[in-house]
């Protein structure tokens, strides 16, 4: 696919639904009594295979295109599914529903689409193996299809995590849930909480203290309404494109900003980005943020910040690329486990299109500004990479030509659309 070049992006936008609060909205709807109205959810191919997973474990859920309702079932109201269960390419489903049959009477098989299926589980499976189920792998490896046979009667577990990961922790949540008795898991580094604050949305209990997570099950959900804001993860590509093109003015409205994600807006600030937040609505935790041409300096970004902005790691190592100076990205080695290998995808990439950056073991130096040319380049069947490489094809004078385009509709299916619009001055509904 040709990518959209442009000399500027200017106009308004309300991108995409949280992917996060979407996929757990059909959880959290499937596992509470009563009924769940989900509005504005993200409709991408990693959301439907949640919704389809939890249709196909006995829960009704009907969608009039501008509402998804769901009659929750209870988590002692799931039901055998008659086959094995295709996750196609979401890592946050296969993870979390994981903890989630768990605690079930019946054994599931789930499994997914060739990089799903090379994407390692040992760091759910072994917490869940110590709170009593039984999780096999592809051939005994810790590589889907994997197989879960519940346990009804879950032990409580005390753990440490040796990862920052909120699917891992989610996983365990949901287990925890169901057990009987006090969980608590620990965090290297706080990762964001939307499993935490939809448990007290649907009227159930749990504390958290600095990194510290404590769950008593089990417990009783109950159904409620959830209106879904918009997703920071793919407003960052934005974000992104309008501060480092010429000319460039962008609002983006009802944007996620839940402390746990936003990461990407200390970062922009920090490298001196020309940007405001304004509208706060801090029930719905959304608001508008507009962002101009900027001068932008490289800093070093490690620690702490690393988890609010995993997903983002990718468009901020070509943001570095039209920085003044060098940026540094450490402590980043989860990026090694999503749909790629972030990191050697996002240099890989990068350099096919004349960026000066390096791989290491956790992270990326990048050194700039660098000015871009086109090429060939691929998402790799990774969502985040293919929307990378679109704004940084708005930078280049030659053709981009992106293999594996398609990739893109796993989280924003209108995103090349939406790039157009704004390249063109417009507003996007």
């Known amino acids: 696919m040709k990518l959209v070049k442009a000399t500027h992006l200017n106009g308004t936008i309300a991108v995409p639904a949280d992917k996060s609060i979407s996929h757990r909205s059909i959880m959290f709807g499937a596992l509470a009594k ?15 295979s949640t919704l389809h997973a939890f249709q196909k474990l006995g829960v009704p859920i009907t969608d009039d295109g501008e509402t998804i309702t769901i009659e929750g079932q209870g988590f002692d109201g799931l039901k055998p599914a008659e086959t094995a269960i295709d996750i196609g390419n979401s890592g946050t489903t296969i993870r979390l529903m994981m903890g989630i049959l768990a605690g079930q009477s019946f054994e599931t098989t789930l499994y997914g689409d060739d990089s799903l299926n090379r994407r390692p589980m040992n760091r ?12 096999s792998g592809d051939q005994n490896t810790e590589f ?39 969980s608590t898991i620990i965090e290297k580094e706080a990762s964001r909480n939307h499993t935490e604050e939809m448990i007290r949305q649907f009227g159930g209990n ?8 404590t769950v008593t099950g089990p417990q009783t959900l ?31 409205t009802n944007v996620g900003i839940n402390p746990t994600r ?96 390096t791989p290491t073991a956790d992270g990326l130096i990048i050194h700039g500004p660098t000015k871009l040319h086109g090429g060939q380049v691929s998402s790799r069947g990774d969502h ?46």
């Open 34 to 48: 009563g009924t769940t109205t989900v509005r504005n959810f993200l409709r991408g191919k990693d959301c439907f």
């Open 124 to 135: 759910v499976m072994l917490p869940l193996r110590e709170m009593g189920a039984i999780l």
């Open 144 to 182: 889907p299809p994997i197989t879960v046979a519940g346990k009804e009667s879950l032990l409580p577990i005390t753990y440490t995590m040796p990862v920052a990961s909120a699917q891992v922790k989610s996983a365990i949540i949901f287990a925890a849930l169901q057990a009987k008795g006090t």
């Open 206 to 213: 749990i504390s958290t203290e600095g990194k510290k997570i």
């Open 222 to 252: 109950q159904g409620q309404e959830v209106i879904v804001p918009g997703d920071i993860s793919s407003a960052a590509f934005f974000l992104t494109g309008a501060a480092i093109m010429p000319k460039s003015d962008v609002t983006l």
């Open 262 to 357: 936003t990461g990407i807006l200390d970062v922009l600030e920090e490298m001196g980005a020309d940007m405001s937040i304004h509208d706060q609505d801090m029930q719905n935790q959304s608001a508008t943020i507009a962002i101009r041409s900027s001068e932008l300096t490289g800093i070093t970004i490690s620690g702490d910040i690393i988890p609010r902005l995993i997903d983002e790691l990718p468009i901020i190592a070509l943001l570095a690329t039209q920085a003044n100076g060098t940026t540094v990205i450490k402590d980043a080695e989860e990026l090694k486990v999503k749909e790629t290998n972030r990191i050697d995808a996002t240099a890989e990439e990068l350099q096919k299109l004349g960026a000066d950056i």
């Open 384 to 429: 985040r990479i293919g929307m990378m490489l679109q704004i940084a094809a708005l930078l280049t004078d030659e053709d981009v030509e992106l293999d594996w385009a398609e990739a893109v509709a796993v989280s924003y299916p209108h995103f090349f659309d939406d790039v157009t619009t704004l390249a063109q001055g417009g507003e996007v509904k």
